[in-house]
Structure formats: C-alpha cells, structure tokens
C-alpha cells in the first residue's frame, strides 16, 4: 500500500559526487519528512562538484513530491551545482512542468521596523477616529434631511416600518426592561439601608433612591441596555443586508436607504426610550419600596410620603429629557456600523461589537455632559 | 495518480434512497464513477444533482441503501477511516465556500495546516503552486474572498479543493456565474488539472458546453434516478424525452454545431 511505505532519499557520496536514490511515494502524507531530507540533500550538494538523483524507484508523485524535487533543483543550481536526474517515469512529467512553472515570481512582503510600524499604526487608528466623527455626523446630517422630508410631505414616512420596529425594540423589550430595573432598584436600596443603618439615617435611603433612579440610573440604565440589544440588531441586519447588496439594490431602484431603513429604526428608538425610562424608573422605584418595607421595615405610606417631599418635577424632566437624546445616539452609531460592513461574516461580528461599546460609551458621554448643563442652568 | 489501475469504481451506490421533507428525492439510485474519468452530472433543476452529491459527502443522510468512497463505505467506516477518505476527496461548492476571514493563501493552506504538519516555507510554496496551477496572479495571495471575482473565488475555491492532492474532485456547478469566456477557460483548467493530476472528477452542471468539451461520460438524473448514463454520442441518441429536450433542443443544438 502506497500510505505504509516511507519516501525515501538516500544518499551516498562517491568521490566529488553525490548520488541520490529517491523511492517510494513522494505525496503529501509523507512531504514533511522528504522536506528534510531534501533541505539535507541539497546542503550536502553544495559541497560536492555534482549530484545525481535516481527517480525510477518512485512510485507516486503529487504536487508535494513535485515541488519538492524542483526546490533540489532550484537548490542545486544556485549552488551553481551540476545536477541529473535519471529514471524519471513519464507519468510524472506533466505535474513536474506544472512545479517548474511555478513560484518564480518571489512574493516578498516589504518589511517595516518597529518604529515605522507604530507610525503607521497610530497614523491609521487616528484615520479611523477622524472617520468615525465624521460618518457620524454625516448620518445625523442624512437624519435630519430625512426628517424634514417626513414634515414636509407626511406621507412619505414608512409608518408601517415604524410601528413594526416599535413592537420589537419597545414593546418586546419591556419584560427585560422591568426585570432588570427592579433588581437594580432593589440592590440600591439594599446597600442605602445596610450603611444609612450606622447613623440612624435610613429615611434617607428614599431621598437617593429617587434622585438617582429619576435622574441618572433610570435612563442610563435603560439606554445601555437598549444599546446592547437593539443597536446591536440593526447594526446586525444593516449590515447583512449591505454584505447581500440589499442596500445597493435599494440606491438603484432611486430608494434612499436613510430614507427605508435607517429613519424607521431610529424613530421607532426615539419614541421607545422614554417610554421604557419612564416604565424602567417606576419599576426602580417600585423594587427600592418594597426592599424598604420588608427589610426595614418602612411601611409604603411613609415611602411614598417621603418621595413625594424630595422629587419635585425637576428630576423626572431631567431624566426623561435625556432618553430621545440617547435614543438618537445609539441609532446612529448602530446604523453607522451597520452600513459600514464588507463582505466578511468577520467584519459583521466585527462591527456589531463596535456599535454595541461605541454606542454605550457615548451613551454614558452624553449623560455626563447632560450633568454639567444641568447644574449650568441650576435644575 | 496513488494507482495505474484503470477502469476501477472510486464511487459505487446502490439503491440510494433520500427522503427529505417526506419527499422521494433519490430513489434507489444506483451510479459507478470510475478512476481518472470527468463525469458529468445532470438533470432539471431541482431534481436532486446536488442532493446526491451532498449524499456522497455525507452531508446529506440518507434512508436506505449503500455508497462505496475508495472502497470504503463510509457509515459502516470508523471516524478514523472517515477522515483519511475526507483527505482524499476535494470540493468546489457552488459558492466556493471560502472562509471569508482567511485570505486567500491561508484558505489554500488550511486543508495542509489541519492534517498535515509541514513547515510554513513549505505550505507558502505548495500554496503558490496551486494558486499558480488554477491560473491565478501571485498579488491575490493576501486578498479576502470579498475582494475577490466570482471567477477568482472559483479558481481560488479550486485550489483549495487540491490542496491535499485529492484522488476525487467533486464540482458543483463550476461554470455557473462565469462568462462564456471564463466558463470555457475554467473548463480546460478542469481539464488540464484532471489530466496532470490523475484526478477523477464528478461534476453537477447545466452547461452544455463543460460536457461537450470535457465530460468523458454523462449521467441523467430523472424522477430520482439515473436515466441514462454514457458518451455524449449516446445522450444525442437517447429517445427519453427529457434527454432528447436537453441535448437535442434549441441551446443543445447550437452547443453541437459549435463542436463542429
């Protein structure tokens, strides 16, 4: 059997000459030995005058053996080494043409050095940065004529689209919404009464649950969480629907893409945030009640009347204000992403996890320059 | 090329029934493949080409009835025997199937990297020469698929079916989306490749040139079984209706006098 035998190169040295005795089968199984052995052959010929190979014991030859026996070749004769090769069968001649064409052209990549590298490294990551702004607010720019395209012929709005990408981004996303918001809720709670404890203070608990849960937690909160599982779907479709040429299929039936599928998605987002901030902040609220009356025993009515002395309208406009803001952010960044794909089932996945931390980094971005005009303005 | 002997079934199955979605797909079929021969596969869309070649790869199950690879039949074959007959074999899928995060070398080298353990200087090389046999220029190696033709992803798709030097090639559909130009230089390349490398080679097609030009023999596929199988001469003489629509209708003609 042809897999059973090894392939063989012996040699032999006879005066200034090397002779070499090929056997067996010269295939791909067996080309990682032969490799060895020919690298060997051909360091032993560059020190002898000639070499003579003897091919006629060879049984079997694949492009493996044949590139092999032409790298002695190519060897020997840098080597500026004389070299026959005897007993070859003819049944081989046609594979051994095919590897004396091939690798002519050295594929060389140039190298840089360390320093030219880095250079060039930073020099592409600030392209990207510089990019990114850019198509960003090239997007936003794209929204608002799309937008105002909408004002000025109502019609024109794919409200069926909206509705659709409403059900799934708001009213599907409720369940998880109310779930997580009440655990957080609860955990504030917890922790406020657990240290407030020491000093007596845990009617104060109230007072942070509320400011937080209305100003900052509610929204922030919701929008990361928004981020994660919506904008990561539309990055996800867009960008599916680019690698398959959807896209460019819409551009050439004369169908704006901003105008089909990103303002449906972006508006459904921007209608669906507050609505889940509002939900998200009741169901906060809601877990940090009931920690405080079964574990500190504070009963509703005194929770209740507590909130209602420390939240004035103030906080909840302030929190509320800030989710379409949010909303608009992860829509473009998802839709950005999302249009940005190439052709790789890689650059999907690629650009899905990008739009999912860009969007959540500038989410929390938002939030912190929304804290100083606050304060600026005395809210 | 592991064997002189001609003549010899590499492929042999009988009786193959396929059923899926509760429908008769294949049903007994029964197809030899010799050594070192170009067999055209064909039959109206839809009637299960592809089917029974995803059934010879194992991709497929099937209901009853047995398929030789090599001598070898493959469910009764331990996971060992498997997989030295999946070296044997190599694929071109209709799409190429080339793994869209590889470049184009490293698609090539892939097959070598997984079951043989060569040096990288030696994989680059035999990489080359494979990319170099299917005709492609040496600046594709580092490309993606997405940068790619759909005529360069078959070539390069081509390549890497040869990575290992199978014994069997199976093409599906290796001239679709190509044009006639390309279609007909893809068909020598098949040829060429077949005639250097020893290859036996089963092929699903529709066009009518690939199996003037190179197919040695044919078979129909019909009502899930092989209708006729044989020479073009006995394609042109069948009286099967669906044989004589297809070789002898209005593209099969032109296909004949552009022969002549």
């Known amino acids: 059997m042809a897999l059973i035998d090894e392939p063989l190169l012996r040699s032999a040295t006879l005066g200034d000459r090397l002779q070499l005795a090929a056997a067996g089968s010269w295939t791909a199984p067996h080309a990682a030995g032969l490799e060895a052995l020919i690298d060997d052959a051909v360091a032993r010929g560059r020190k002898l005058s000639r070499v003579e190979l003897n091919m006629a014991a060879v049984e079997n030859l694949d492009t493996f053996g044949a590139w092999l026996l032409e790298r002695l070749l190519r060897g020997c004769a840098e080597a500026g080494r004389g070299i026959s090769v005897t007993g070859l069968p003819d049944r081989f001649h046609g594979i051994i043409n095919e590897a004396h064409q091939s690798n002519r052209t050295s594929a060389e990549q140039p190298h840089e050095g360390v320093v030219g590298s880095a250079v060039a490294g930073t020099k592409r990551a600030l392209a990207t940065i510089t990019q990114d702004v850019v198509l960003n607010v090239a997007m936003f720019g794209a929204l608002v004529f799309a937008a105002m395209r909408v004002v000025v012929k109502p019609g024109s709005l794919r409200l069926t689209s909206v509705v659709h990408h409403l059900d799934r981004v708001c009213w599907k996303a409720v369940p998880i919404v109310l779930l997580i918001t009440v655990l957080i809720g609860a955990i504030i709670a917890q922790q406020g009464i657990f240290h407030f404890r020491r000093f007596g203070a845990e009617v104060y608990v109230v007072d942070m649950l509320g400011i937080l849960v209305m100003r900052e937690i509610g929204v922030l909160i919701v929008a990361i969480m928004i981020a994660g599982r919506s904008g990561s779907a539309y990055t996800a479709e867009l960008g599916a629907m680019k690698m398959r040429e959807e896209i460019d299929a819409l551009h050439t039936m004369g169908l704006d893409p901003i105008d089909v599928l990103v303002l449906p998605r972006v508006l459904a987002l921007v209608i669906a945030l507050p609505i889940l901030t509002f939900l998200g902040s009741m169901a906060a609220l809601y877990g940090g009640g009931m920690v405080c009356w079964l574990y500190a025993g504070m009963s509703p009515d005194i929770f209740l009347g507590r909130l209602r002395e420390i939240i004035s309208i103030d906080h909840f406009e302030v929190g509320m204000s800030k989710a379409p803001f949010m909303a608009l952010v992860i829509g473009i960044v998802a839709s950005v992403e999302g249009m940005q794909v190439k052709g790789s089932a890689e650059s999907l996945g690629l650009q899905t996890t990008a739009s999912v931390v860009k969007s959540i980094f500038l989410v929390i971005v938002l939030d912190g320059i929304f804290a100083m005009f606050f304060a600026a303005i005395g809210k | ?260």
């Open chain 2, 1 to 260: 090329m592991l064997s002189p002997i001609k003549n010899d079934a590499v492929i042999r199955a009988r009786d193959v029934v396929v059923v899926l979605n509760n429908q008769t797909v294949l049903n007994q079929l029964s197809l030899d493949v010799m050594r070192g021969e170009v067999l055209g596969f064909v039959g109206g869309s839809g009637t299960g080409k592809t089917v029974l070649m995803r059934t010879i790869l194992g991709l497929v199950p099937k209901r009853a009835g047995s398929i030789e690879v090599l001598g070898v039949d493959l469910d009764k074959a331990s996971e060992r025997d498997r997989r030295s007959i999946e070296r044997r074999w190599g694929v071109l899928f209709q799409q190429g199937a080339l793994f869209s995060s590889l470049t184009v070398l490293q698609n090539v080298q892939f097959p070598m990297r997984e079951y043989l353990r060569l040096s990288q200087r030696l994989m680059d090389e035999i990489a080359m020469t494979k990319l170099e046999m299917v005709g492609l220029p040496a600046n594709v190696r580092d490309k993606f698929p997405s940068e790619l033709s759909g005529g360069m992803i078959k070539r390069v798709a081509l390549a890497r079916a040869l990575a290992l030097d199978p014994e069997i090639v199976f093409l599906d559909e290796p001239t679709s989306g190509l044009d006639p130009i390309g279609a007909g230089d893809f068909d020598e390349l098949i040829r060429t490749l077949q005639q250097t490398l020893g290859l036996t080679v089963y092929m699903v097609t529709h066009d009518l040139d690939s199996l003037h030009e190179i197919c040695d023999r044919i078979a129909v596929l019909s009502e899930g079984k092989v209708i006729v199988s044989g020479t073009i001469a006995t394609m042109l003489q069948s009286e099967h209706p669906w044989v004589k629509e297809y070789f002898r209708g209005k593209r099969g003609r032109a296909a004949i006098s552009a022969q002549a």
